[in-house]
């Protein structure tokens, strides 16, 4: 509702025309409900300070930036605001282009990239070829996959575009990363004689160490080759390979 009697009214069309949701709400339920739908981009709250303080925990948990401007009384009623501070605030803009990353998004399509008929194709894998096999079983097997999703979130944050497709590129450098951490798990493991890894037995225990030592090279030669075949200028892509 406009109010004649005070600021309300100006403060609430001001932030309407500047493209802000108003909302007044004497309890914090709705407000959180409107922070966790993940629709908001940022808050400026003006409220008692403990009814400040309850909300922070959900905005930290969302990453949503947040302003709080407590009341001059602790009383939510007949009390007032530094209006100067509040005025100053809901005019705050900036010319960087930052946005919050689909974090869940990228998650399942990393996920996706190393199901079998997936890695199939990326790894060109000839079924009759056995260390091939067991290669690609041991990349399709449980695991965090933080490598390759940091990867890619790494190059999402560098793009302007919060809805820029991943490329060809970006999958095959994703595939080589984690080609590298499981070819170093396989000797890993025979090194340190483990026999289980991911609740299942290790390479070497359910293959044979000759084996085993065969598919972690493989993985870490088809690494070198999906790096290779990036489309990428030479001289980072030189620089990849020495890196790696």
């Given at each position: 509702?406009?109010?004649g009697?005070?600021?309300?009214?100006?403060?609430?069309?001001?932030?309407e025309?500047?493209?802000?949701?108003?909302?007044?709400?004497?309890?914090?339920?709705?407000?959180?409900?409107?922070?966790?739908?993940?629709?908001?981009?940022?808050?400026?709250?003006?409220?008692?300070?403990?009814v400040?303080?309850?909300?922070?925990p959900?905005?930290?948990?969302?990453?949503?930036?947040?302003?709080?401007?407590?009341l001059?009384?602790?009383d939510?009623?007949?009390?007032?605001v530094?209006?100067d501070?509040?005025?100053?605030?809901?005019h705050?803009?900036?010319?960087?282009?930052?946005?919050?990353?689909?974090?869940?998004?990228?998650?399942?399509?990393?996920?996706?990239?190393?199901?079998t008929?997936?890695?199939?194709?990326?790894?060109?894998?000839?079924?009759?070829?056995?260390?091939?096999?067991?290669?690609?079983?041991w990349?399709?097997?449980?695991?965090?996959?933080?490598?390759?999703?940091?990867?890619?979130?790494a190059?999402k944050?560098?793009?302007?575009?919060?809805?820029?497709?991943t490329?060809?590129?970006?999958?095959?450098?994703?595939?080589?990363?984690?080609?590298f951490?499981?070819a170093?798990?396989?000797?890993?493991?025979?090194?340190?004689?483990?026999?289980?890894?991911?609740?299942?037995?290790?390479l070497?225990?359910?293959?044979?160490?000759?084996?085993?030592?065969?598919?972690?090279?493989?993985?870490l030669?088809?690494g070198?080759?999906?790096?290779?075949?990036?489309?990428?200028?030479?001289?980072?892509r030189?620089?990849m390979?020495?890196?790696?």
């Amino acid at each position: 509702k406009e109010c004649g009697l005070c600021t309300m009214q100006d403060l609430q069309q001001e932030a309407e025309r500047l493209g802000y949701a108003m909302l007044i709400a004497e309890g914090t339920p709705i407000v959180l409900q409107l922070i966790e739908s993940g629709q908001v981009e940022a808050v400026v709250g003006v409220s008692c300070l403990n009814v400040l303080e309850r909300v922070f925990p959900y905005l930290e948990s969302a990453a949503v930036p947040g302003v709080a401007i407590p009341l001059l009384q602790d009383d939510c009623m007949e009390t007032n605001v530094d209006l100067d501070w509040l005025w100053d605030v809901i005019h705050l803009t900036a010319d960087d282009k930052t946005y919050r990353m689909d974090l869940d998004g990228a998650r399942e399509e990393v996920d996706s990239w190393f199901k079998t008929d997936d890695l199939n194709k990326s790894l060109e894998i000839d079924e009759n070829d056995p260390t091939m096999v067991i290669g690609r079983d041991w990349l399709a097997r449980a695991g965090k996959r933080w490598r390759p999703f940091l990867t890619v979130c790494a190059w999402k944050a560098c793009q302007e575009d919060p809805n820029a497709k991943t490329t060809k590129d970006l999958k095959r450098l994703a595939l080589a990363v984690e080609c590298f951490h499981k070819a170093s798990l396989i000797h890993d493991d025979i090194e340190d004689d483990d026999s289980d890894r991911y609740g299942e037995k290790t390479l070497h225990e359910e293959h044979g160490v000759p084996v085993a030592l065969n598919v972690g090279d493989f993985l870490l030669g088809e690494g070198y080759r999906l790096i290779a075949e990036t489309k990428i200028p030479a001289k980072r892509r030189s620089e990849m390979l020495r890196v790696a």
